[in-house]
């Protein structure tokens, strides 16, 4: 798993080749850490398929604010540079491989 801040965002995930899962979270919000693992998870088995980072947005605030990220946990699911879904709030994993296979 990558993470990603406002320096490499666009190097990580508007420049990547594979589709990218971004996990747009903070320290304390408790949904975010509910899915922490679930995403940890996914990073390993898409591995080579499709890639998977974390943006912390109180450290990432430009790119969390470029995104219109106001709800987190917010998954950016990114393809050829662009935002083309995403999903908001604790989600199960069967939701979040459902995205990344729409875009495999």
């Known amino acids: 798993m990558i993470i990603v801040n406002d320096s490499n965002f666009e190097q990580e995930v508007v420049k990547a080749d594979i589709p990218v899962m971004v996990d747009f979270y903070a320290d304390w919000c408790g949904p975010c850490k509910m899915i922490a ?9 898409y ?15 430009q790119t969390a604010a ?15 540079g662009e935002l083309v879904d995403q ?10 491989t459902a995205k990344i296979d729409s875009l495999l």
């Open 37 to 45: 693992p679930v995403v940890e998870e996914i990073s390993g088995e």
């Open 66 to 80: 470029k995104y219109r990220v106001s709800s987190i946990p917010f998954i950016g699911f990114f393809k050829n």
């Open 87 to 96: 999903l908001i709030g604790a989600v199960s994993k069967q939701a979040l």
């Open 47 to 61: 591995e080579g398929r499709a890639k998977v980072c974390k943006l912390n947005v109180d450290e990432a605030g």
